[in-house]
């Protein structure tokens, strides 16, 4: 994707061949600017305060994090030590745990003298990777909307634009590049379909309102931010065509763990018969798990990402100001379960399949030995 006329991933190698660059989007929409990593330590802290969020980029940046401390020790206890500080940064986003697994034994498994050059090189190959699969999930995903759009017409010629919902940020900014939830978004635009995208501002970070929308308006997508609050009186009255949201980890029997609300807008969306998406990519799916709600642990943070609000005044200087009477408690839930039985279709790299075990399998019949019963 592209920010004015250069073309950026989230993550790059620097020059040097050895740091790590990534977009600090703590500091997003109002301010660009690139971080460099320089140690597992960095690595671990721009994961932990969300320099970096969404599921495939922390994996990705997990990845390079262990590369980092391989450039620096690449012994078995050096990694394993990397391994654990990572693990520990986030315990919700199930591709965390997946890209270390990878690196872990891929690294483990050669000779000490080749393990810097290996994880370096695993760590490119995850990134490139996770950008041919969002670029397919918006393919996959593209005919959903385009079928909406078909739907709208009713054979009566072009009818439009088609409304789709979006909660938190699940772009290119949660990726490498492309994105899960509006990949298929990017997809049908570019290809002519007209679309127009609900963005929810998602509290307490509001990733909506300042990345999802940082990301459409530079593509050109006519969005609008709400509250919220607003996408079930928007499905009420029929201004809502289908939903898509993102996904942090996802059980073998299609149960969707996302950031908190969105198990409100899939009840919203069941309620009004209001087709409900869900994107992710293969690295996503924790085929371990069978009951999202009982078996997924929930990410609690720091309460004054609730009591507290970050932006800018009218005269561009940012600005951290309180919302809650001084010495009110405050819970800071970060993720919730949608069950499988209220996601309409869960769109993969592979295709689209129902929020099952049987159309997950259909898809991924190699991980059958893998699923939860």
């Not at 500080?85 to 000490?112: F, G, K, Q, S, Y």
């Not at 039985?341 to 993969?348: A, E, K, Q």
Request: a negative charge.
């Amino acid at each position: 994707m592209k920010i004015g006329d250069t073309h950026y991933r989230t993550i790059w190698l620097g020059d040097d061949d050895w740091s790590v660059n990534v977009i600090d989007q703590t500091l997003l929409p109002h301010v660009f600017e690139v971080r460099r990593l320089e140690s597992l330590a960095d690595a671990a802290a721009a994961i932990a305060d969300m320099v970096v969020r969404g599921a495939p980029l922390i994996g990705a940046t997990a990845a390079y994090g262990m590369a980092l401390a391989a450039h620096v020790d690449p012994s078995d206890q050096a990694l394993e030590d990397a391994f654990a500080d990572l693990l520990a940064t986030r315990p919700t986003a199930i591709n965390l745990r997946w890209a270390l697994d990878l690196m872990r034994e891929r690294l483990l498994a050669v000779p000490v003298d080749y393990r810097r050059a290996l994880a370096y090189g695993l760590a490119a190959e995850i990134c490139d990777n996770d950008v041919a699969t969002c670029q397919s999930i918006g393919q996959h995903g593209s005919v959903l909307i385009a079928d909406a759009l078909a739907r709208k017409a009713g054979g009566n010629g072009a009818a439009g634009p088609v409304n789709v919902l979006t909660h938190c940020n699940a772009g290119w900014l949660a990726t490498v590049d492309w994105g899960t939830a509006l990949a298929p978004i990017y997809a049908a635009h570019d290809a002519g379909i007209p679309v127009h995208v609900w963005v929810d501002e998602t509290r307490p970070r509001n990733q909506g309102a300042a990345l999802t929308a940082y990301e459409l308006g530079g593509h050109g997508i006519p969005h609008t931010v709400i509250v919220d609050n607003a996408g079930g009186h928007l499905m009420q009255h029929g201004m809502v065509d289908l939903c898509i949201t993102g996904t942090d980890r996802t059980t073998a029997h299609g149960d969707v763990c996302n950031k908190i609300g969105t198990y409100l807008k899939a009840l919203a969306a069941h309620d009004n018969g209001i087709p409900f998406y869900v994107g992710l990519p293969h690295s996503t799916i924790d085929w371990r798990l069978g009951d999202g709600v009982a078996e997924i642990p929930i990410e609690q943070r720091d309460g004054e990402e609730v009591s507290h609000i970050r932006g800018v005044t009218g005269a561009g200087q940012g600005t951290t100001v309180r919302l809650v009477p001084q010495g009110t408690a405050v819970g800071n839930y970060a993720f919730d379960v949608t069950p499988a039985r209220l996601v309409t279709g869960l769109i993969t790299e592979r295709g689209v399949c129902p929020a099952s075990r049987a159309g997950l399998l259909a898809l991924y019949p190699e991980q059958a030995e893998n699923a939860a019963p």
